[in-house]
């Protein structure tokens, strides 16, 4: 099998302030194979990742490249691109405001003998790259005009005309549907089968299960070991991550969840936004989990964003305990008990270049106004007290949160919002892109805030952990609030309220 490693990465040591992030880890890719690296959050993936593709210098060991007599040190991803490894990460990194075909081909347009960039050729090869995606978009229109699903889309087909030799898909399917995730996966066993060596991290098991041939599992910075798919059942694979049997999950929702009689926090009737929302009614009582369902683009995110403001209702009525409100703004919101955490924790959730301190101060502050600051003393004592709860991995609380990981970040955004004791919270996919055991941490923080008389809204695009957590489903179709879905709620039964098959 050594005839065909296309990658191979030895003693890989990373330390950042008062982290160890990688210690001595070793990792194997084959050509025409695609090999999952697993791990919690804080394991050392990305770091692994970023070591590989530039991003960052390692401390110590090496990485040898199919085709390269010297060992291969990366200074830029630029480099690590000339060298044959493309990456496509979580988060779309293109830009907006340029078209579909020039964020393809960015620093690498064809030109004409003149020496001017060829747009016609720029253009056949486009529309050929989105075909073979099975994609049907105009390529000269600006990326801004298309869902960020499509933008992921882009940005792995932009991977894949670089005629790399090794592919990394850090988190790929985060932002698609199952159709998108179906292209994709179709997409993957091609570049397999023509010998790319793809390096493919997620979250989603069974994403796992059905597109990998092996498996590397990492556990705070360390090797765990390397396995072929077929030796490793999901209940092992989940022990190898966490180091210690899962809970089971099943159990997590305790029958306390079950609160009719409790008062309405939250009352919306013909609430509705234009163009995104059609008029609905929703009712969410005192320690009731309310989970919004429907497939991408159905305006989950939407809805919750016309209940707190953020996307301002044109038509409809509010109540907040009975009493009809108006919310022009979120801190109007704010200030009736409400906290929302957004489904894009990089753009509208944490402030990266401000410590996870003043991170998890900022709604405090917000309500107290900028002229009565939060005294120092408090902020720490504030902090420290959520940082334990939530038992959220930092250095200390002055550390800049952008250098916490992905679930780490997400619990200080969520520590922010508990930090105001709101009375309602909407968590706009607060478990997307964190590993499996944060995931369960904040499960049973959500039944535990709604044990203690808080509403909850929760969007999450997994099924079954709506079905664990919440004990009535709203479901949304193409802008529209479809019906409700309470009791006997099985996986089969939300899937087919949500394609129309059933009088919700």
Partial sequence: MEDRVVLTMRGITMTFPGVLALDGVDFTLRKGEIHALMGENGA???????????VYQ?????????????????????????????????????????????????????VTKAGTIDRRVMLKRAQQLMEDLGLSIDVQQTLENYSLALQQMIAIARAVDMECKILI????????????????????RKLRDQGVGIVFVTHFLEQVYEVCDRITVLRNGLLVGEYPLSELPRVNLIAAMMGKDIDDLKEIKPESCQNNCAEPLISAEGLSHVNKIKPFDLQIRQGEVIGLTGLLGSGRSELARTIYGADKAQTGTLKVKDKKVHINHPIDAMRLGMGMLPDDRKAEGVIADLTVRENIVLGIQALRGIMNLLPMKEQCEIADRFIELLQIKTPSRETLVKQLSGGNQQKVIIARWLATNPDFLILDEPTRGIDIGTKTEIQKLIIRLADEGKGILFISSEIDEMLRTCNRLAVLRDGEKVGELQGDMTQERVMHAIAGGENV
Avoid: W
């Fill in 169 to 188: 898909l850090d988190e790929p399917t985060s932002s698609l549907d199952d159709s998108e995730v179906a292209k994709l996966f179709s997409l993957m």
């Fill in 44 to 54: 050392g993936k990305s770091t692994l990742i970023k070591c590989l593709t530039g």
């Fill in 58 to 110: 390692c401390d110590s060991g090496e990485i040898h490249v199919d085709g390269m007599e010297e060992p291969v040190q990366n200074h830029s991803t630029l480099e690590a691109q000339r060298n044959g490894i493309s990456t496509v990460y979580q988060e779309v990194n293109l830009c907006p405001n340029l078209s579909v075909m020039e964020n393809l081909f960015v620093g690498r347009e064809p």
